[in-house]
């Protein structure tokens, strides 16, 4: 499967523990981006990766929201001292070129169950 | 923060009605994205529209960006059981950031 991966694709954790999450996006694709989905809502744009750049960062939800993608290749999230508020699907997507018009290619997600 | 708005948030019809979706926003895109997303699935790309006023055709569905760019619809002509799912509008602003809407979700009753 050449797809984008995400792993775990289900976590649960308890209150103030750390969780990471794992992207690999489709191998010649530049661009990653990470968003975050609540059930029935849209997906939230968290940061983005341009290679091993990270381009935006702002949307991050707080300081306990962290991401790299050290070589360019993978990716990964982090969210330190989790709340129950940080439960949601956690999607990341990628992309080839350099504009934001081209398509997205989702993984299947990365669900976090936070009690 | 939602920038784009979707109308309406739920819609269920018979097979073969027509319906339109709507997404509106107080800010310009550089160009705009319809997805379909199903449950347990990431989204999957339906189209991109770039020019104020194209419209675009997809078989049954049609797309269309709003000569000013800060709106689009989507229409589905004799929808069918296989069109149900989350539909997603995605617009991209500045170099970086693609923000997607609040979705609809369709639901085609057989």
């Known amino acids: 499967d050449t797809g984008v991966s995400q792993d775990p694709r289900h976590k649960i954790t308890k209150r103030g523990q750390n969780v990471t999450f794992r992207c690999d996006p489709i191998?010649?694709?530049?661009?990653l981006y990470w968003y975050r989905q609540t059930l029935g809502q849209g997906p939230e744009f968290l940061t983005y990766f341009q290679n091993e750049a990270q381009l935006e960062k702002s949307r991050l939800l707080s300081d306990r929201f962290s991401a790299e993608r050290p070589k360019g290749s993978f990716s990964t999230l982090e969210i330190q001292r989790t709340e129950q508020g940080d439960s949601a699907m956690y999607l990341c997507a990628s992309s080839l070129g350099f504009a934001n018009t081209g398509e997205l290619f989702f993984g299947e997600g990365s669900r976090l169950t936070v009690l | 923060t939602q920038l784009l708005e979707q109308s309406p948030q739920f819609l269920s019809i018979q097979e073969g009605e027509n319906l339109t979706v709507y997404c509106n926003s107080s800010s310009v895109f550089s160009s705009l994205q319809w997805y379909r997303q199903e449950p347990g699935e990431g989204p999957v790309l339906l189209v991109t529209v770039v020019t104020g006023g194209e419209v675009k055709k997809l078989k049954r569905l049609t797309f269309q960006f709003g000569d000013a760019r800060k709106d689009s619809s989507l229409h589905i002509t004799a929808a069918q059981p296989g069109d149900t799912g989350l539909y997603l509008c995605a617009g991209a602003t500045g170099a970086n950031n693609l923000f997607f809407g609040t979705g609809t979700r369709l639901t085609v009753i057989p």
């Open positions: 191998s010649e694709h530049n661009r």
